[in-house]
């Protein structure tokens, strides 16, 4: 995970350069997955207001009450109550709320008399009982949630409890696609030779699970010149560019040619692009590269965009976007670093070569789970085993179908590992 924090720490660096401050007040209902660009604060006391919880009376003292109705907001003598509904306004001098439906009342010569049920338990008599007192949710200046911080329903509910009626957010995080291989066909029945795209129908939807927009998505065959032309344009469009194949150490791995050609190193940041990773030290996705690529801006100045090229294999691509990608998405929106989860494996699993992700399932299924929720693993217990993880087949680097039978990511070491021994987990982010 050290390198999961690196990546993102650097693309988080490269978009604040690029930022600046630059924020803009959104509408709560379109603020939806935006990134909040300062500290969203209550405006007033949630609620704003002593209130009930219950239908019932608010009452003052101890019973019998003396039944007072006439106006709502004058302030409650001692011996009386009020009829009060649930999130009604207590009024001044009560000193709590009883349930109607422990009460009685009837009739006497001053009015209504209100009294206790004998059944009623001796609690409802409280100090305080059954009312939501002011700021007991959220004082007036309270942070609800700091900068960063992804707009999630609950969270634009808060935001307009508490008085905003829109909020701050950063510019949308933009991404651009490169798609390169002679070999990719987009439609029909390939050629031996030839392979049909893996990358359009999914790479998109991958980064908009994300919260990025796709501002650009452009096709080349394998050409050096092309390569650098296309990635000289992109890197000008959007906030991250993201590439497939061509990340190889033959003379037809374009996408490598082109970053390490005017490459200076992390340790470097003035000579041109800075290669940031070279490659992974995990399987699949060994040959992914991430670099920094400086985009001119008005002024004659600069800032660096991250550009991630990912292996030509679809498996090997998806990991990689899950180990670096995702880091480097999480930067560019101002989130938090991911929290490493853990999970028990099912079985014994041997020792791996190198760190190896693989797609993977709880043992308490058979074959593709229909989904909980985007990235959400199933709760320990609901089936037998179910809380334990296993590898599922069809995983080689060219392959797809490992991952639409997986429901998570298992890391697995270069140890032997145990059932029941707990190892390192990664939710799906679609």
Do not use: C
């Amino acid at each position: 995970m050290r390198l999961a924090y690196a990546t993102g720490d650097e693309a988080a660096r490269a978009r604040a350069s690029a930022l600046a401050g630059s924020s803009a007040p959104v509408p709560l209902a379109e603020a939806f997955g935006r990134t909040l660009a300062g500290d969203l604060r209550a405006l007033f006391d949630v609620p704003h207001y002593d209130s009930s919880a219950m239908d019932g009376y608010a009452v003052s003292g101890p019973p019998p009450w003396t039944l007072d109705d006439t106006e709502s907001l004058r302030e409650l003598r001692p011996g009386h109550a009020r009829t009060v509904v649930t999130g009604g306004v207590m009024p001044a001098g009560a000193s709590g709320v009883v349930r109607s439906e422990y009460t009685h009342s009837e009739p006497d010569g001053r009015g209504v008399r209100i009294g206790m049920r004998p059944d009623s338990p001796g609690s409802e008599l409280d100090p305080g009982r059954h009312v939501r007192l002011a700021g007991r949710e959220a004082a007036a200046g309270d942070v609800l949630a700091s900068a960063g911080r992804p707009l999630t329903p609950p969270l634009l509910a808060m935001a307009g409890i508490s008085g905003h009626d829109d909020v701050p957010v950063l510019p949308p995080v933009t991404a651009a696609l490169l798609l390169t291989g002679d070999e990719v066909r987009t439609s029909g029945t390939p050629a031996a030779g030839e392979v049909r795209d893996a990358f359009e129908v999914q790479l998109p939807h991958v980064l908009r699970a994300a919260g990025i927009e796709v501002a650009a998505v452009r096709r080349i065959g394998d050409d050096r010149a092309v390569t650098r032309e296309a990635l000289a344009e992109l890197v000008d469009l959007a906030d991250v560019v993201v590439s497939t194949g061509g990340t190889g150490r033959s003379d037809a791995d374009h996408v490598r040619a082109v970053l390490t050609e005017t490459a200076g190193s992390r340790a470097d940041p003035g000579a041109g692009d800075r290669l940031i990773i070279d490659e992974l030290g995990m399987r699949p996705g060994h040959p992914t590269m991430l670099a920094m690529r400086d985009r001119r801006v008005p002024a004659g100045t600069s800032r660096p965009v991250p550009v991630l090229a990912l292996p030509g294999n679809p498996l090997a691509a998806l990991a990689a976007m899950r180990i670096v990608g995702s880091a480097v998405l999480r930067g560019l929106r101002g989130s938090d670093p991911e929290v490493p989860l853990t999970v028990p494996a099912a079985q014994d699993l041997p020792a791996e070569k190198v760190d190896r992700l693989v797609p993977a399932r709880p043992a308490g299924s058979a074959g593709p789970v229909p989904s909980v929720g985007p990235g959400t693993p199933p709760a320990p217990g609901t089936r037998d085993h179910e809380d334990a993880w296993l590898p599922v087949e069809h995983v080689a680097s060219n392959m797809m179908r490992g991952l639409t039978m997986g429901r998570g990511w298992l890391v697995l070491p270069t140890r032997p590992v145990r059932a029941g021994e707990r190892i390192a987990f990664l939710p799906l982010e679609w």
